[in-house]
Nanobody, 126 residues
Framework: QVQLVESGGGLVQAGGSLRLSCAASGRSFIGYGMGWFRQAPGKEREFVAA????????YYADSVKGRFTISRDNAKNTVYLQMNSLKPEDTAVYYCATSPRRNTVPSSPNSEGLEWGQGTQVTVSS
């Protein structure tokens, strides 16, 4: 079973940047897609970004395209989310997740068998 630990959240002013990290352990990192999701108070968890195991393909929610960048370092078993031009509506708990099957990417928070981290809070002040 994989363990995921997120870090890098915090409080930032609108227009600022943050870089989230998610370190994986307990299972091979190679071959598995990774994703970031977020959940704001009173709202459902939503997809933010995903990346294939090779890093060659990335996917983004429309709300973050052009502002967020997902990447991974397979040598460090870590996936990153660089967040620029942050807006107050980006405020949420951010979770990383991994697919239970090789060669797939987590694209929906309701996908069966996703493994989740504990989350990291991102707060963007106006």
């Amino acid at each position: 079973q994989v363990q995921l630990v997120e870090s890098g959240g915090g409080l930032v002013q609108a227009g600022g940047s943050l870089r989230l990290s998610c370190a994986a352990s307990g299972r091979s990192f190679i071959g598995y897609g990774m994703g970031w999701f977020r959940q704001a108070p009173g709202k459902e968890r939503e997809f933010v970004a995903a990346i294939t195991w090779s890093g060659r393909s990335t996917y983004y929610a429309d709300s973050v395209k052009g502002r967020f960048t997902i990447s991974r370092d397979n040598a460090k078993n870590t996936v990153y989310l660089q967040m620029n031009s942050l807006k107050p509506e980006d405020t949420a708990v951010y979770y990383c997740a991994t697919s239970p099957r090789r060669n797939t990417v987590p694209s929906s928070p309701n996908s069966e068998g996703l493994e989740w981290g504990q989350g990291t809070q991102v707060t963007v002040s106006s």
